[in-house]
């Protein structure tokens, strides 16, 4: 997993490419730290560039989102594509996600 951060206004956009899975759990980590020190109101996991997402990588959405909202941050799942979308739909996550 790759992924890019950057903020426009109060809105932070990351945007990974790859596989977000278990072996991405440290630099996804990393990533979570970095948007806590960026500050702003909402972030965007931009999810076009992921090619593939299992239960881990799921989990690790789930926790970023309680981390995100912890600090008083919105989160929103942009752009979903192929797998991803499918294991999204699979799980109902738009019942705990905002996926746009």
């Known amino acids: 997993m790759s992924y890019n951060v950057s903020k426009q206004g109060e809105k932070i956009t990351v945007k990974f490419e790859g596989n977000l899975n278990f072996t991405s759990n440290e630099d996804f980590?990393?990533?979570?730290?970095?948007i806590g020190k960026?500050?702003?109101?909402?972030?965007?996991?931009?999810?076009?560039?992921l090619t593939h997402i299992d239960s881990v990588g799921l989990g690790l959405l789930y926790i970023a989102k309680e981390d995100l909202e912890g600090l008083g941050l919105r989160?929103?799942?942009?752009s979903p594509q192929g797998n991803?979308?499918?294991?999204?739909?699979?799980?109902?996550?738009?019942?705990?996600?905002?996926?746009?």
């Open 29 to 34: 980590r990393a990533t979570l730290d970095q």
């Open 38 to 49: 960026i500050g702003g109101n909402e972030v965007y996991f931009d999810l076009s560039g």
């Open 75 to 78: 989160l929103c799942l942009a």
């Open 84 to 100: 991803v979308l499918r294991l999204l739909e699979l799980t109902d996550a738009r019942r705990t996600f905002t996926i746009v």
